[in-house]
């Protein structure tokens, strides 16, 4: 069964640091893999995705992920926060047979001033 | 720019009333996608479906939950009766077979 951890419940960070959200999941076979942000009382927006290709993916807002399939993760990355990037950020692996995604716990990004 | 609608936005009820909530996917979207968040639960799958045929609907309590697609346009979540432990925000998503899920905002439910 495929299954995805996000091992940070809470991160601070401080305005234009850089950010690294960790996501590692289980899966038997190639993976798609995704990256959601919802912002306070709104839906999950798509920050980027991974199908195939290149294991480095570019996204909205400024944001990166990296496909390692030796460690079993997709971690989001930022070079520099701002503060509108607080919110909380889900990781997700797609079943390609069945058609659903499997989600994470999510990981609450605060930005401090 | 396509989105996924749902309605109500917000629904303030009474134990052991029947609720109904709404979504219309986006136009050309095959897969269909009903999810309740809660603070102690996160993000729970309820059903989905393919083609407007329920693929899965394990994560439902089936004893007062019902999802159905009457068309390709509107898909519905009923809940009769509904409990207090049923309050939550529950979100609809559209997508084209494994892609992408486009989120509705959200129905927030609180049952007194």
């Known amino acids: 069964a495929q299954s995805v951890t996000q091992p940070d419940i809470h991160i601070t960070v401080s305005e234009g640091a850089s950010l690294e959200l960790r996501c590692n999941y289980s899966y038997g076979a190639t993976p798609y893999l995704f990256w959601y942000v919802q912002s306070p009382g709104q839906g999950l927006q798509l920050l980027l995705k991974?199908?195939?290709?290149?294991?480095l993916v570019q996204g909205i807002k400024g944001f990166e992920a990296e496909f390692k399939r030796s460690q079993s993760s997709f971690n989001l990355r930022k070079p520099s926060v701002h503060w509108s990037d607080a919110a909380e950020y889900f990781c997700?692996?797609?079943?390609?047979?069945?058609?659903?995604?499997?989600f994470g716990d999510g990981t609450t990004l605060t930005v401090k001033p | 720019d396509a989105r996924v609608t749902q309605t109500p936005r917000h629904k303030v009820t009474e134990m052991g009333q029947e609720v109904t909530m709404r979504c219309q996917p986006i136009?050309?979207?095959?897969?269909v996608f009903w999810y309740r968040q809660t603070m102690m639960q996160g993000l729970e799958l309820l059903a989905y479906?393919?083609?407007?045929?329920?693929?899965?609907d394990s994560g439902m309590p089936k004893d007062r939950f019902s999802a159905e697609m009457p068309d390709a346009t509107l898909a519905t979540l009923k809940i009769q009766p509904s409990e207090p432990r049923d309050s939550a925000v529950y979100f609809c998503?559209?997508?084209?077979?494994?892609?992408?899920?486009?989120f509705g905002p959200g129905t927030r439910l609180t049952v007194l």
């Open positions: 997700a692996v797609g079943n390609t047979n069945a058609g659903k995604s499997t």
């Open positions: 991974y199908f195939s290709g290149d294991t």
């Open positions: 479906f393919r083609n407007r045929a329920p693929l899965d």
């Open positions: 998503a559209s997508g084209y077979s494994t892609d992408t899920q486009y």
């Open positions: 136009l050309g979207h095959n897969t």
